[in-house]
């Protein structure tokens, strides 16, 4: 995987500022959720564009029509891989209301319900580092055929992550230092922040195109066809 260039590929098109100060844009509007599903298209895009060998693949902002329905869709398939997590959190909150519940002289009770809290936390914990390894063979998967039953064809999804995960590993891993860098922004205030957070998602995004570019199986001319 070529690291340094998903970090600075921003910075090579010729219109990078116009196109990031519009990615800004729908990162404030994702404040009231209407820019998500604008920015997971643009992503969608950035990944395909990665996946077709383009020199320069930071998309235009253009058929926003097409980037949202995309987007929304993808959004959806993350929501329902992270319903275990809402129910697990919900199990969560009603052991914490029995454990207040109990008096002092139900120690036992409150060890057993304590117990209880503490492995479903542990399950939460392995089922969002499962969803995080994950993810990116999810969104491959869309990016190449997007529609909804895409992200969850499970054997795929299953194949694919386990045949790449060293490269998976280490696209969470860039995206943690991204994440990181990307806070510096909070320097320049609000505008700061929303400018360099659009960055880091770029940089998931390019991470996410190459994983599929070096799969397991592939060779330097095996690229998604143009005409996708």
């Excluded at 994702?30 to 320069?56: H, T």
């Excluded at 399950?123 to 997007?146: D, E, H, K, V």
Aim: proline share 4%; glycine share 10%; charged share 10%.
């Amino acid at each position: 995987m070529d690291i340094g260039k998903a970090f600075t590929f921003t910075f090579d098109d010729e219109k990078w500022i116009n196109k990031v100060l519009v990615g800004g844009l729908f990162v404030l509007a994702s404040s009231i959720l209407i820019g998500i599903p604008f920015l997971i298209g643009y992503m969608l895009q950035l990944i395909r564009n990665v996946m077709q060998g383009m020199e320069k693949p930071l998309p235009e902002w253009d058929e926003l029509g097409e980037k949202f329905k995309e987007g929304l869709f993808l959004a959806i398939i993350y929501v329902i891989w992270t319903i275990p997590l809402w129910l697990i959190g919900a199990l969560l909150g009603l052991s914490g209301v029995g454990i207040a519940g109990i008096s002092d002289n139900s120690n036992a009770v409150g060890s057993f319900i304590g117990i209880v809290s503490l492995c479903f936390s542990c399950l939460a914990t392995l089922w969002g580092i499962a969803i995080a390894l994950l993810m990116p063979a999810i969104t491959i998967r869309f990016a190449l055929n997007p529609e909804l039953k895409s992200g969850f064809e499970f054997a795929e999804i299953w194949q694919f992550t386990r045949d790449n995960l060293g490269n998976i590993i280490i696209t969470l891993l860039l995206s943690i230092v991204a994440a990181i860098i990307s806070s510096f922004g909070v320097i320049l205030c609000i505008i700061g922040v929303v400018l360099t957070y659009f960055w880091y998602y770029l940089v998931y995004a390019h991470l996410v195109g190459q994983i599929y570019v070096h799969r397991k199986g592939a060779t330097p001319s095996d690229v998604l066809p143009a005409t996708m």
